[in-house]
């Protein structure tokens, strides 16, 4: 047992048995411990809605002198006995300036980067779309007007279309999606080749009138993948975030990177204005899906699909989209290998706890407060959506390394509090020790910090510390801060106080992987053989405040001797020994002869 049980024991009316396997470390403090079956209330999606997209990706450039890339250097190789494979990226003299391509195929490039760094602008929020694409939709078949910024802006050139023009072209539309689905009623990807946004719509589960929640309630896999490539309308935004958020919950990445591919090519070479937009909206469609692969997703084959992708657009002359997905994998290479690099270089830790110069007094509040809290964006940064959600449903360690590992922070932290209490011999010093905390998490509260702030409660209020003698003015300064972590009404107290903090914020994620349970268990994944995506609305919803709160960085300086004397939290006392000391300090028969005396007397 990592941290014991007794924190939410005395708060709490949920079962620990349920989610003890689900939750790893966190649960072992904060899970509810009498499970009822009513499902805690969810946390609606919030108003500062993130941006829609904002790439992480830096510029690289690859010299064709260095233009092959061995999977075994750039992967984190598990199979060590693995033959390696060769996966080469065409190098820069691939992208030839005198390659000709026609003048409607250049202006269709160019419009595909610009729809790119319009629909994908980081500066977006609320689901809501720039003014200029507010206005008109995106077409292949326009002019490039440079905005202030300097990003190009397309205005559609064909403005005079009539209404009958325009119910034509949509007749037309639907009998090819008619003639094409009638080809082979039973071929799987006929619902890829729909492109009329009314027959789309025909085939998904809406909600009824009068309910709440998503317009879209469910389909099938890929009339929701087709659902989500109509990136040019507004109204899809927020749906479209959803689909990506949780799109690994139904489908692996590497399928849902082929059903686009699939999407892309079969209108990318139609002469038909409409049909190329499709095809450049499923795209760009797909260059997010890359650009948000989690660092253990790209495995081998992924790598060799995206590279035959790539060398398909070269052949097709498409150089634009190509130097696009290009560039969103070498960058993702290059981050699996900088954190692969970064893991060797760790340094060991130096000190024991003995060995340690000074005590905590020896800093300030406030500061101790900063180098925690620095810590702790160091590590919750680093965790990527994908991984949370999984956890919820597979709780597997190795497709969540970033959230173990703050996981495995949190609980040393815990135990390193624990430890320094108990280690002191008079009960003075333990007092003092406990009143530096509390001040400590003070300010914690103040930098919006619920993560450490709940590791330090958690040891505070632990068992082995909670049973020995304190002085009644800091037990019921300890209980104040306790009712931030009540479990009545669903955690009613700390959701509040979340929804209300302004970012830079570091949330608990132990509740929100409790919340993805809740809803992965309560839920169906189908619903009448049709994807339940009134499920995954709820999953969204849960991690939005989280994505949110990574977007926004704390700015705080380093200061190397306090960074110092945690010493990663390493140094700490395993769970049956602070029980030891517990019970050296205060045996457990001590109150019996203490009451026998006073009966005799």
Same mark, same amino acid.
């Given at each position: 047992m990592s941290?014991?049980?007794?924190?939410?024991?005395r708060h709490?009316?949920?079962?620990?048995?349920s989610?003890?396997s689900? /939750?790893?470390?966190?649960?072992?403090?904060?899970?509810?411990?009498h499970?009822?079956?009513?499902?805690p209330s969810?946390?609606t999606i919030s108003s500062?809605?993130?941006?829609?997209?904002?790439?992480?990706?830096s510029?690289?450039t690859?010299?064709?002198s260095?233009?092959i890339?061995?999977?075994?250097?750039?992967?984190?190789?598990?199979?060590?006995?693995?033959? @390696?494979?060769?996966v080469c990226?065409?190098?820069e003299?691939?992208f030839?300036?005198s390659?000709?391509?026609t003048s409607?195929?250049s202006?269709s490039?160019?419009?595909?980067e610009g729809?790119y760094v319009?629909?994908?602008?980081?500066?977006?929020t609320n689901?809501?779309? #720039?003014?200029s694409?507010?206005?008109?939709?995106?077409?292949?078949d326009t002019?490039?007007?440079?905005?202030?910024?300097?990003?190009e802006?397309?205005?559609?050139d064909? #403005?005079?279309?009539?209404?009958?023009?325009e119910?034509?072209?949509r007749n037309d =539309?639907?009998?090819d999606?008619?003639?094409s689905?009638?080809l %082979?009623?039973?071929?799987?990807t %006929?619902e890829l080749s729909?492109?009329?946004?009314?027959?789309?719509?025909?085939?998904?589960?809406l909600?009824q009138?009068?309910e709440?929640?998503?317009?879209?309630?469910?389909?099938?896999?890929d009339?929701?993948?087709?659902?989500?490539t109509?990136?040019?309308r507004?109204?899809?935004?927020?749906y479209?975030?959803?689909f990506?958020?949780?799109y690994?919950?139904f489908?692996?990445?590497e399928d849902i990177i082929?059903?686009l591919?699939?999407?892309?090519e079969?209108f990318?070479?139609?002469?038909?204005?409409?049909k190329?937009?499709?095809?450049k909206?499923?795209?760009?469609v797909?260059?997010?899906v890359? %650009?948000e692969?989690?660092l253990?997703?790209l495995?081998?084959?992924?790598?060799k699909?995206?590279?035959?992708?790539?060398?398909?657009?070269?052949c097709s002359g498409?150089?634009?989209?190509?130097?696009?997905?290009r560039k969103?994998?070498?960058?993702?290479v290059?981050?699996?290998r900088?954190?692969?690099?970064?893991?060797?270089?760790?340094?060991?830790a130096?000190?024991?706890v003995?060995?340690?110069?000074?005590?905590?007094?020896?800093?300030h509040s406030?500061e101790?407060?900063?180098q925690?809290?620095?810590?702790?964006?160091?590590?919750?940064?680093k965790?990527?959506? #994908?991984e949370v959600?999984l956890?919820a449903?597979?709780?597997?360690?190795?497709?969540s @390394?970033n959230?173990t590992? /703050?996981?495995?922070h949190?609980?040393?932290?815990?135990y390193?509090v624990?430890s320094i209490i108990?280690?002191?011999?008079?009960?003075?010093?333990r007092?003092?020790?406990l009143?530096k905390f509390?001040?400590?998490?003070?300010?914690? =509260?103040?930098?919006?910090?619920?993560?450490?702030?709940l590791?330090?409660?958690?040891?505070?209020?632990?068992a082995? !510390?909670?049973r020995?003698?304190?002085?009644?003015?800091?037990?019921?300064?300890l209980?104040?801060?306790c009712?931030?972590?009540?479990s009545?009404?669903?955690?009613?107290a700390?959701?509040a106080?979340?929804a209300?903090?302004?970012? @830079?914020? !570091?949330?608990?994620?132990?509740l !929100?992987?409790q919340d993805?349970?809740?809803?992965?268990?309560?839920?169906?994944d189908?619903?009448?053989?049709?994807?339940n995506?009134?499920?995954?609305w709820?999953?969204?919803n849960?991690l939005?405040?989280?994505?949110?709160?990574?977007?926004?960085?704390?700015e705080?300086?380093?200061?190397?001797d306090?960074?110092?004397?945690?010493n990663?939290?390493?140094?700490h006392l395993?769970?049956?020994?602070?029980?030891?000391l517990?019970?050296?300090?205060?045996p457990?028969n001590?109150?019996r002869?203490?009451t026998?005396?006073?009966?005799?007397?």
């Open positions: 941290v014991s049980n007794s924190f939410l024991s709490s009316s949920l079962s620990s048995s989610f003890k689900v /939750f790893r470390s966190y649960s072992q403090d904060f899970v509810p411990h499970h009822t079956s009513a499902s969810l946390c500062h809605f993130p941006a829609v997209h904002q790439s992480r990706s510029d690289l690859l010299p064709g260095a233009s890339v061995k999977a075994a250097e750039l992967l984190d190789c598990s199979h060590d006995n693995a033959k @390696p494979v060769v990226l065409p190098p003299s691939a030839p300036n390659l000709q391509t409607s195929e202006n490039e160019d419009a595909g729809e319009n629909l994908y602008s980081s500066n977006q689901g809501d779309l #720039p003014h694409q507010a206005e008109m939709p995106m077409c292949a002019e490039p007007v440079e905005s202030s910024n300097g990003e802006i397309h205005h559609s064909s #403005p005079k279309s009539t209404n009958a023009k119910n034509q072209e =539309r639907r009998a999606t008619q003639n689905s009638d %082979d009623p039973n071929d799987e %006929d729909l492109i009329d946004h009314e027959e789309i719509v025909a085939r998904l589960t909600k009138e009068g709440d929640g998503p317009e879209v309630r469910g389909g099938s896999v009339i929701l993948i087709v659902h989500a109509e990136t040019d507004k109204d899809l935004v927020l479209c975030e959803a990506l958020t949780t690994r919950t489908i692996p990445p082929k059903k591919h699939h999407r892309y079969k990318c070479h139609c002469p038909d204005t409409f190329k937009r499709v095809s909206n499923t795209f760009f797909l260059v997010r890359v %650009d692969l989690c253990v997703e495995s081998d084959d992924i790598l699909l995206l590279m035959e992708l790539v060398f398909r657009l070269v498409e150089l634009s989209l190509a130097r696009v997905l969103n994998i070498l960058d993702k290059d981050q699996k900088t954190v692969k690099y970064a893991g060797l270089m760790k340094p060991l130096a000190r024991g003995a060995a340690r110069p000074g005590t905590l007094h020896d800093f406030h101790i407060a900063e925690l809290t620095l810590l702790d964006a160091e590590l919750f940064y965790i990527e959506i #994908p959600l956890w449903k597979e709780q597997n360690e190795e497709k @390394p959230l590992q /703050f996981t495995e949190f609980n040393n932290m815990s390193w624990r108990i280690q002191q011999e008079k009960a003075q010093d007092e003092r020790l009143l509390i001040k400590i998490m003070k300010h914690l =509260r103040k930098l919006n910090n619920f993560n450490s702030y590791a330090i409660l958690s040891a505070l209020d632990s082995p !510390i909670r020995l003698e304190w002085q009644k003015q800091t037990s019921e300064g209980a104040e801060y009712t931030l972590i009540d009545s009404s669903s955690f009613r700390y959701r106080a979340l209300e903090v302004e970012p @830079p914020c !570091i949330p608990y994620l132990g !929100i992987l993805l349970t809740f809803v992965h268990l309560g839920n169906p189908l619903i009448d053989g049709k994807i995506f009134s499920k995954r709820q999953q969204f849960i939005d405040s989280m994505r949110r709160f990574q977007q926004i960085h704390y705080l300086k380093r200061i190397d306090i960074v110092t004397f945690f990663d939290f390493g140094d395993a769970e049956e020994a602070l029980w030891e517990s019970l050296k300090i205060k457990r001590i109150q002869r203490k026998e005396r006073e009966e005799k007397t």
